[in-house]
């Protein structure tokens, strides 16, 4: 019980120390503030037996990622300025996608992944099915072979 006084003081100390001047109504702000970064310290206490551990391929990760923006916001960005003239709409596309078991890694994956398919400009993924990834794009991409890094 110490342990999360200690830690709940910490949380309340940093607050106040990085706002600057004390004030009743930035106080009342920062209750949900404490609560919530108190609450992530129990939770994350409590399932410390499930540690988070994603086995990704970073390289792969990263160069998807640095290529898929250059490219993807050249074309979204002139997609936009033909929005002057006409409306752009996009469509929802199925990017075949296993999502593995129930596992932390598993869910970490699925994490890493739904967050890199999200970053690029041209693709933002609104669903996730037992099969696929449901993906919202602009422009036609095609379809990535690999179910486990569709990358």
Known sequence: MTRWVIIFVLI???YILFVGPFSFSE????????LGGFGFAILQ????????????PWR?????????????????????LRTL?????????????????????????????ILAVS??????????TDNSLQV????PAPSKPDTVWPL
């Open 12 to 14: 309340c100390g940093s």
């Open 136 to 139: 919202h794009r602009l422009f």
């Open 60 to 80: 792969r990760l990263v160069a998807y990622l640095a290529a898929t923006l250059a490219k993807d916001t050249v074309r979204v960005g002139g997609a936009l």
């Open 85 to 113: 003239v006409k409306p752009v709409s996009g469509r929802i596309a199925a990017q075949a996608f296993n999502p593995g078991n129930d596992d932390a890694n598993a869910a970490g994956r699925r994490a890493a992944v």
């Open 27 to 34: 106080a009342l702000a920062a209750i949900p503030a404490v």
């Open 45 to 56: 206490h409590r399932n410390a037996a499930r540690r988070l551990a994603v086995h990704a």
């Open 119 to 128: 970053l690029a400009p041209n693709g933002y993924v609104v669903g996730v």
